[in-house]
C-alpha cells in the first residue's frame, strides 16, 4: 500500500512539474507599441505591421500580446507612456519618431527597442552608436531625412519653374532636417518660409492663411508622423487654398495631395516585422544593423494639379513612378 501511494503521488507530482514546464517555455510573448499619434491616424501602418507579423507566424491574440500606447499629439506624455510599458515587462518596444524613441531608451537601457520611423539621425540623436552596429539595445529603420527634403524641394521647383518662395510646415524646434533644408533653399535660389503649425483643425487652417499672406508659391510638409497623422486635412486645405505641395509619404497622395517623394511608409512597417520575429527569437538588437531605405516612389496626382490650376511639366511626369489622372 505505501508502494503503491508513492508511485501516485510520484506521478501527479512529474505532471505538476511538466505541466508548470510547459506553461513556462509556452509563455505568450508580449510587445509594446508606443507612437505619439493616435490609434486611427496609423491605422493603415498598424494593418500593415501586423498582417506581416501574422504572415512570420505571431498572430495578435493567438500567440502574442501587443500593449498600444499612444501619445495623441501630446509629445510631455511619452516618458510616462514608456514607464508603463516598462512596468509591464514587455518583451520588447516599436517605436516611431525620433521623440518616441528617446522617450523609450530612457525609460530602459535592457528591453530592446525597435524604431519604425525616426524623423532624423539616429546616430546624432544618441540613439544607436552607428548604422551598421547599433551597440544598445535600440536598432529598427532609419530614414534619409536632409537627403529627400532637399530631393522634395528640387521636385518643387521644376514642378513650378518660376517659384522663388517655398513655405515649410514646422511643429516644433527647429532640427537638423530645416536647417539643411535651408542650406538647400539657398542653392536653388529660394527663400524658405517656416511657418509653425498647430496640428489641429484651426491650426491647420491658419497655417495654410499664412501661407498665403506670405505669398508662397508651394508648401512642403517635413517626414514625421505628426504631420502624418493630418495627411487628409493638409492635403484639403492645400487644394482649398490653391498651394501646390509636396508630400513625404504617398499616404498624403492617396488622400488627395498634389506630389510625394519618399519610401513607402506601410513597407517600412512590414520591415518592422521582421525585426520584432528576430528578437523575439532571440537576436541581439545590438548586432542587428539598422537598415536606411531603399526604395524611393515619386506620384504625382494631375486630379489634384487640375484642381489648383498647375499644369505639370511633361519632363517631370516622365520622371514619375506613378501619375494618378
Not at 528591453?111 to 525616426?118: F, G, Q, S, T, Y
Not at 540623436?125 to 529603420?141: F, M, Y
Not at 487652417?205 to 502624418?228: D, W
Not at 489634384?304 to 505639370?312: D, E, M, R, Y
Amino acid at each position: 500500500m505505501f508502494r503503491r501511494i508513492v508511485i501516485c503521488f510520484t506521478a501527479v507530482f512529474l505532471l505538476t512539474v511538466s505541466s508548470a514546464d510547459a506553461q513556462q517555455t509556452s509563455k505568450i510573448p508580449r510587445i509594446g507599441f508606443l507612437d505619439n499619434s493616435t490609434a486611427s491616424g496609423i491605422s493603415v501602418l498598424l494593418d500593415a505591421f501586423r498582417q506581416e507579423l501574422s504572415k512570420l507566424g505571431w498572430i495578435e491574440g493567438k500567440n502574442l500580446t501587443i500593449e498600444y500606447r499612444f501619445g495623441e499629439q501630446k509629445p510631455e506624455h511619452l516618458p510616462e507612456l514608456a514607464a508603463e510599458l516598462v512596468r509591464l515587462k514587455v518583451d520588447l518596444i516599436v517605436v516611431s519618431g525620433t521623440p518616441t524613441a528617446l522617450a523609450a531608451k530612457k525609460a530602459t537601457t535592457t528591453i530592446p527597442i525597435v524604431m519604425a520611423n525616426p524623423g532624423g539621425d539616429p546616430v546624432a540623436a544618441g540613439l544607436i552608436a552607428s548604422l551598421a552596429r547599433p551597440g544598445g539595445n535600440v536598432t529598427g529603420l532609419s530614414s534619409l531625412g536632409t537627403e529627400l527634403n532637399t530631393k522634395r524641394l528640387e521636385i518643387l521647383k521644376d514642378a513650378i519653374p518660376r517659384l522663388s518662395r517655398v513655405g515649410l510646415l514646422r511643429s516644433g524646434p527647429v532640427d537638423l532636417q530645416t536647417k539643411d533644408l535651408g542650406a538647400a533653399a539657398v542653392a536653388l535660389k529660394l527663400k524658405l518660409e517656416e511657418i509653425e503649425t498647430k496640428l489641429d483643425p484651426k491650426g491647420l487652417e491658419s497655417t495654410l492663411q499664412a501661407a498665403k499672406q506670405k505669398q508662397v508659391g508651394a508648401i512642403m510638409t517635413p517626414s514625421g508622423r505628426r504631420f502624418f497623422v493630418e495627411r487628409k486635412r493638409i492635403a484639403e486645405l492645400a487644394g482649398k487654398y490653391r498651394l501646390p505641395a509636396i508630400y513625404p509619404d504617398k499616404g498624403y497622395v492617396d488622400e488627395g495631395g498634389l506630389m510625394s517623394y519618399g519610401a513607402d511608409e506601410t513597407e517600412r512597417y512590414r520591415r518592422v516585422a521582421y525585426y520584432v520575429d528576430k528578437i523575439l527569437k532571440g537576436a541581439n538588437p545590438a548586432d542587428l544593423p539598422v537598415e536606411q531605405p531603399k526604395k524611393f516612389e515619386f506620384i504625382i496626382n494631375l486630379k489634384a494639379a487640375k484642381q489648383i490650376g498647375l499644369t505639370i511639366p511633361q519632363s517631370l511626369l516622365y520622371r514619375a513612378d506613378k501619375v494618378i489622372k
